[in-house]
């Protein structure tokens, strides 16, 4: 599809689980010694992998929010936030990582989890002190505190081959440990003995042996923390040589041959991993690559946006298809001058695609639940193979209504859960009932003043709403839901399937 769809987008699918993400953290290595330089300490990554893969030359940790240490560095990468813990390894990450998050949401079990390390205080990466997650949710650690990456290597073969992990996070401790040593001959030869680890895992991967292959598998290179700027022996502080790490992807929904230096940071490896898995990382406070304005290379025929009285319009255009599944429409709201940094893309929705076609096609959806304020969309178009990409980002304002409204549900039909919007153009109150189809009321929903403006309220049809709803558990079938506002009447039918 990338050589001949117009329409050209990048992430994930509900149904992409498939997927697989290794995520190599070489400890304490040095930008200018890695993809700051010109490869002489990392030829295969720079000569070999880099061609194909997607690098970020300008990734860093906040120091000081970010510590540039071992444990803070590996648990900021499986958190997506900073973590200033202890760095002796007595300090478990202080909110969920990325093995938490799939268990809990998706069930997974405990061995599609595994940190491999060379530092034994790793340990801590398998879960974290955060309430309601923890070792319930936790992964599996394998590892030593020998420093040596050759025998790390041959602990996460073991583990892929007898395992096959879905997340593999590796730390190669050996750099760190000649850096350390202060002696440079032996640092340099470190990153040379790293750089030919992770060029050989890299051909494991494309072999596809033990189940991994660059279709199914997503490869991160990076690093904890970088070296004092002046003296490689050291770390630790806000320098430059310490907080500017490096990162390259390669593989599964990565564009190959691409340099990107846009600012992005140490903490968004952890929802990257989330939309690349299909998780949400709700205390994540990192953003996803994904996120990006121009994350990856797009093109588009055409990607618009109208506000309309009952909501926003979205509209597009293809010129050609090739293996096109079809459209997950995303939005974020925008709440701050920062625009979609920190904002979280939600999905609305899916428009089925053409397939394959040599001929313009139209498609467009309405977002009926868009309250007053601003808000980006974006597609993620998904091929029939299971890859996908993102388009462009868009951006709208909806301003106050101009007359009464009430919104068809959403989603429609519904289980349990949905959503239900109105529009009040002034002040004044506001009932919202549900009643079943012999007029019985089976749940107030609204029942006072509002404010004029766009609202709007969940459903429940196991336990009424999140404004006080009283529903007991309802059975299948179709319901009402009528409003009465200043004079305003107003009823819709809805749809409720178990």
């Known amino acids: 599809m990338k ?35 010109t490869g002489t300490y990392i030829p295969h990554l720079y000569n070999d992998l880099k061609p194909s893969g997607y690098l970020y030359t300008n990734f860093r940790i906040d120091y000081p929010s970010g510590p540039t240490k071992t444990c803070p560095g590996h648990a900021a990468i499986e958190t997506g936030t900073w973590q200033p813990i202890s760095n002796d390894g ?21 061995s599609d989890c595994y940190a491999v390390t060379g530092k034994d205080k790793l340990d801590i990466l398998t879960y974290s002190d ?33 395992y096959s992990p879905k997340i593999l996070v590796i730390n190669f401790a050996e750099v760190d440990a000649a850096g350390h040593s202060g002696n440079e001959n032996s640092y340099h030869n470190a990153l040379l003995n790293a750089d030919n680890l992770v060029y050989q895992l890299w051909q494991t991967i494309q072999d596809g042996t033990y189940g991994y292959s660059p279709e199914n598998t997503t490869l991160f290179i990076t690093n904890d923390h970088g070296r004092h700027t002046t003296d490689f022996s050291g770390h630790g502080d806000g320098c430059e040589g310490c907080t500017h790490i490096m990162l390259l992807a390669i593989g599964r929904n990565v564009t190959p041959g691409v340099v990107n230096s846009d600012l992005h940071y140490q903490i968004d490896l952890a929802p990257t991993i989330g939309d690349l898995l299909g998780f949400s990382t709700p205390q994540a406070v990192g953003t996803s690559l994904y996120n990006d304005i121009n994350p990856l290379p797009v093109e588009l025929s055409s990607f618009s946006a109208f506000v309309l009285d009952n909501g926003v319009k979205l509209s597009w255009r293809t010129e050609t298809e090739m293996n096109n599944y079809g459209f997950e429409i995303q939005r974020a709201q925008i709440n701050s001058r920062s625009e979609i940094r920190n904002s979280k893309f939600e999905k609305l929705g899916f428009v089925k695609g053409n397939g394959n076609s040599n001929s313009p096609k139209e498609y467009s959806f309405v977002d009926n639940n868009a309250t007053e304020g601003k808000y980006a969309y974006r597609l993620k178009q998904i091929d029939t193979d299971d890859k996908f990409e993102y388009s462009k980002v868009i951006k709208v304002k909806i301003g106050s209504p101009v007359k009464f409204g009430l919104n068809q549900n959403y989603p429609h039909p519904f289980n349990p859960v949905t959503k239900i919007g109105y529009f009040l153009p002034q002040p004044g109150n506001v009932k919202l009932s549900i009643y079943n189809l012999l007029g019985e009321k089976v749940t107030k929903l609204v029942n006072g003043v509002k404010e004029s403006g766009v609202h709007t309220i969940n459903f429940s049809a196991v336990g009424g709403s999140a404004s006080g709803g009283t529903a007991f558990r309802l059975e299948s079938g179709v319901y009402i839901y009528k409003i009465e506002a200043n004079g305003f009447i107003q009823s819709k039918k809805m749809t409720l399937i178990k």
């Open 130 to 162: 955060f309430s309601g997650y923890g070792s319930s949710y936790g992964g599996t650690w394998m590892g030593d505190n020998n420093k040596d990456d050759a025998l790390t290597y041959s602990k996460v073969i073991s583990v892929m081959q007898n």
């Open 3 to 37: 050589e001949k769809i117009i329409l050209v987008i990048l992430l994930f699918a509900a149904h992409l689980y498939s997927q697989n993400v290794i995520v190599v953290v070489i400890d304490g290595a040095r930008y200018t010694e890695t993809f700051g330089g």
């Open 90 to 110: 007595s300090d478990r990450p202080t909110d969920p990582t990325v093995f938490e998050y799939i268990r809990e949401e998706n069930g997974n079990p405990q």
